[in-house]
């Protein structure tokens, strides 16, 4: 989850969906209330541990935020490098990530009727209104790494809404993900810290109530924002950037400000492509891989 959450395009919440591990989590956050704040100020500390799940809560953050810290700084220099074909190949790994979870989001549908149906619409088109968004630019304000960190949370709980892409569209990528996350930067990271937890509080309460009383409905809108979020993922992409009234490009703190995206197709005539459907072919084959070793580990915990 947090090696996804690194990537534009990639949510945490479709790893979480294909693991298993999904409704645990959210019931899990659900859980953090007054009751629990009571009991440890009473010293009913293992009740309160019991209570939200804490050891499971724990463990899976501990390795969202290694991997967060240790894949930064790897994934800022395939995104950053001079030669495009490092960024083409990572994000085609987690284009054939997404595909492959997109039908295994979908199957654990139940039952498809019409109205399942028109959730599923709906998801794939809030996900490409979302890719098609003009970014903001960038904004260093504590109030504003706050509300990024509530937005932030709500969209890397939700499959198929990418917590990082929206911090694109937000303009607070760079800032949040690369720079402040490898250098642990605690100014940036603090405000945004406390976005997250509010976000994560709030959004789990509502998101456990929905898939309690609408299960199928909620699985096949995130399974159309996981359709829809394959546009943002798309490997073969140019950077469209603000220009003046003399074509000059418009600097913030010395770099463009993006405008948006040009979508292409890529060239099957070049080395690099193939190395792409390779990678691309990778990232469906770890999704499997994933799924599988989830199911053994999940039939070994039931036995």
């Not at 591990?21 to 704040?37: A, T």
């Not at 800022?76 to 030669?83: A, G, I, Y």
């Not at 284009?95 to 295994?104: M, P, R, T, V, W």
């Not at 990418?162 to 760079?174: A, E, R, T």
């Amino acid at each position: 989850m947090g090696a996804a959450n690194v990537i534009p395009g990639v949510s945490g919440g479709t790893i979480a969906l294909i693991t298993g591990i999904y409704e645990k989590l959210i019931n899990s956050l659900k859980s953090i209330d007054l009751e629990v704040i009571k009991m440890v100020f009473t010293g009913k500390i293992k009740q309160a541990w019991e209570h939200v799940n804490a050891t499971f809560l724990l463990l899976l953050f501990a390795g969202i935020g290694v991997s967060l810290v240790s894949l930064a700084k790897l994934f800022k220099f395939f995104l950053e490098h001079e030669n495009p074909a490092y960024e083409i190949g990572l994000m085609a790994f987690f284009f054939g990530l997404i595909l492959a979870s997109l039908f295994s989001v979908g199957k654990t549908v139940e039952k498809w009727n019409p109205i399942v149906i028109i959730s599923f619409i709906i998801g794939v088109a809030a996900a490409v209104g979302i890719a098609l968004l003009t970014p903001a630019s960038e904004n260093g304000s504590w109030w504003y790494l706050i509300i990024c960190g509530i937005v932030g949370m709500c969209s890397m709980i939700l499959p198929g809404l990418s917590g990082s892409f929206v911090l694109i569209i937000m303009g607070n990528y760079k800032l949040i993900m690369l720079d402040a996350v490898s250098e642990f930067n605690l100014k940036v990271l603090m405000p945004v810290m406390i976005g997250v937890v509010v976000g994560m509080v709030a959004l789990s309460r509502a998101l456990a109530w929905i898939f309690k009383h609408y299960r199928d409905i909620t699985i096949s809108l995130m399974t159309g924002f996981i359709l829809g979020s394959l546009l943002i993922i798309w490997p073969w992409k140019n950077e469209l950037y603000y220009t003046d009234a003399a074509g000059e490009f418009i600097l913030k703190k010395g770099e463009k400000l993006v405008s948006g995206y040009e979508w292409y197709m890529p060239d099957f005539a070049s080395n690099a492509t193939w190395i792409a459907i390779l990678m691309a072919v990778l990232g469906a084959a770890s999704i499997w891989g994933t799924e599988y070793l989830a199911a053994r580990l999940g039939g070994k915990e039931e036995a």
